[in-house]
Structures are given as structure tokens and as C-alpha cells.
């Protein structure tokens, strides 16, 4: 997830639509330039049609990419909203992935609410060490250089975790296939 802010601490806990409407405000008076199919509008018409969504109470805005936007909820884990799957071509999630609790679909977004990560004195040891766990898988590391230490983090348990599954890839599209003809033939 690419950070476009620093991150925001609200006052009180809000709901997730007044967070995401807040977002869209402030970029606007910050002068962001609007990231392409990227609609605030759409996330908060989807979270305000979902029950479990819209009663979300939110702490903190963490920051966001070009489709997806991360908050933090008021009991400490990490809400992501993306407008579409965040793993890419629907692999499954693996052992270098941040633990997601839950995930789901609300309308037209995508929600997965998962385990917060402390990033605080991360080195680029850190970032390699991600690197080769997402290789030992089978896949490749994409878009995942050596001092992104913001695209990793530590659980409370000192595990290392890989924030953004977009940084992890299939190899080609064969092993993608592959991959989805094993887990098939297991059912």
C-alpha cells in the first residue's frame, strides 16, 4: 500500500463512512491528485449498505494505495477496503501474508479486517528476509524493493509479515493455473 498520508488520529472513534469521507475531504484540501478509478463515493455507498460495515468503528486512517485504503479499528486491527481482490489473481493467502481475520465482499468492494503490524526500526535485512520467504513459496516478489520497509511488519509475537499481497506474484500464468487445478482436485 502506497502511504499518501502519514496517517490521521481521530479525536473519538468514528464510524468507517464518516473516516472515508473525511479522507476524501482532506485530499482534496491537500491538493492530492486524484488516483484513477479510485471513488471515495463507492466505498462509502457499499459500507453503508453492509450491517457489519457500517457499524465498523474506526481510530486511526493509515493511508492508501491506488485501490485500496487502510484504517484502524477501535479494537486494533487493521480494516482494508480495496475495489477489488487484494491477493493477486485470487492466490490463496500464504505463510508470508499479514493474518487476516475475516474477509468478505460488500458490493463492489472487497473488506479484510487483519492483525495490526508495528513497523517501528524495520532494516532492509527485514525486507530481504520477506523477499526470500515469498520466493521459498513459489512465487516472486513484485514491486518489493530492498528498503521498503513499509510494505512489511511484526506481530505482537515478533513474526515478520508481508502487509501488501500485491507485492507477492505468480511466477506466470501457468503457475497460477497450476496452483488452482491442485487446490480444486483437493475438494
Sequence with gaps: MIDIDTGKIYNHPVTLSGAIKDRK??????????????????????????KELSKMKITKYIGRGASAIAFETADGNVLK??????????????CFDVPVYKKGKAGKIFYYIEEKLYQHSLSEEFVLEVKDMIRKAGFKPYDLYDCDCFQIGLSKTGELYLLDPECARYK??????????????KK
Design 172 to 185: 506466470t500464468i501457468f503457475h497460477a493455473l497450476w496452483d488452482k487445478l491442485k487446490r480444486f482436485c
Design 25 to 50: 475531504i482532506s485530499e482534496k484540501l491537500e491538493g492530492f491528485e486524484p488516483v484513477r478509478n479510485f471513488d471515495f463515493d463507492v466505498f462509502v455507498k457499499e459500507v453503508d449498505k453492509n
Design 81 to 94: 477496503l480495496s475495489q477489488w481482490n487484494h491477493f493477486p489473481m485470487n492466490r490463496p493467502h500464504q
